[in-house]
């Protein structure tokens, strides 16, 4: 497994330099399968490793533009007191069992901007899974504010690790 601090891009997408984060984990499982849990809501709950996700509400997901609410709690952090809280996720990438990326809409005003994904590259039996997290659109208000990034590559990988139990045990929607 690998993990990058605030760099720029390498892949599809092309970040200002320190402006993404990635990590990088092998999961012994089809892509698809590993797809199946990154496009069900509640599947984004059950990965998460900062512990502010706390439910989701809606459908799985099937095409950009698509849209579900999380239900959020950001005391885990211990850095900003926003109390409960829900964003809505809007999937804004989405190619089946090979890439799906979204943005956050919330209450925050103008809307923060980043980007958050994750790209499979099926390896026989085994899949290379990145995560990453883009804040090179991201308003400048929130850019240059300096409260990004939300996360570090820590929590990128840990999640991978959350995602890779959940796959192996057979995540079960809910």
């Known amino acids: 497994m690998t ?10 997408d092309a970040a200002a330099p320190g402006t993404r984060l990635e990590a990088t984990r ?23 490793s900062s512990g502010m996700l706390q439910s989701a509400e809606g459908s799985v997901v099937t095409a950009p ?23 809505t996720v809007i999937i804004t ?17 103008p809307p923060i901007g ?12 085994r899949t290379e899974v990145v995560s990453y997290y883009d804040w090179s659109e991201a308003h400048p208000k929130w850019r240059d504010s300096g409260i990004l990034p939300v996360l570090d590559a820590s929590a990128l990988k840990a999640t991978l690790g959350i ?4 796959v192996r045990r057979g995540y079960v929607r809910g």
Request: proline share 6%; hydrophobic share 35%.
């Open 65 to 87: 533009g698509d849209r579900f609410v999380v239900h959020m709690d950001r005391e885990s952090l211990g850095d900003y007191d926003l109390g409960r809280y829900d964003v």
């Open 114 to 125: 980043h980007t958050y994904g994750y790209r499979l590259t099926p390896l026989g039996e």
């Open 163 to 166: 995602l890779e139990r959940a």
């Open 26 to 48: 092998v999961i012994a499982a089809p892509a698809d399968r590993i797809f199946a849990v990154l496009c069900d809501p509640d599947g984004h709950v059950a990965i998460d």
């Open 93 to 109: 990438r989405y190619v089946p069992g090979e890439e799906i990326a979204w943005t956050i809409d919330g209450q925050i005003r």
């Open 3 to 12: 993990d990058s601090e605030p760099t720029s891009s390498s892949g599809a």
